[in-house]
């Protein structure tokens, strides 16, 4: 079974950035689509940003141009660096493949506030 561990949360002001990282055990990694999901408070979980299986990118619409999303098969990690935070980026940061078949991490949490 793979193992996710996310990492890189924290808080952050209104306009900053912050990068995660979400390193999966296993070799099967580089041949998964990876994905980001977040979970904000009293909401369900959504996909944010994720690769498809012919190796293309999609973002939700709200945090497309301020987000990006990237891996390393070599490291068995994929990343999600996220520009001009906003309130409503606030919430639990998980990856998972785009199927969501693996057990979930902890997740990183991310706030954004003033």
């Known amino acids: 079974q793979v193992q996710l561990v996310e990492s890189g949360g924290g808080l952050v002001q209104p306009g900053g950035s912050l990068r995660l990282s979400c390193a999966a055990s296993g070799r099967i990694f580089s041949f998964y689509a990876m994905a980001w999901y977040r979970q904000a408070p009293g909401k369900q979980r959504e996909l944010v940003a994720h690769f498809t299986s012919g190796g293309s990118i999609n973002y939700l619409d709200s945090v497309k141009g301020r987000f990006t999303i990237s891996r390393d098969n070599a490291k068995n990690t994929v990343y999600l660096q996220m520009n001009s935070l906003k309130p409503e980026d606030t919430g639990v940061y998980y990856c998972?493949?785009?199927?969501?078949?693996?057990?979930w991490g902890q997740g990183t949490q991310v706030t954004v506030s003033s």
């Open positions: 998972n493949n785009l199927g969501s078949s693996w057990t």
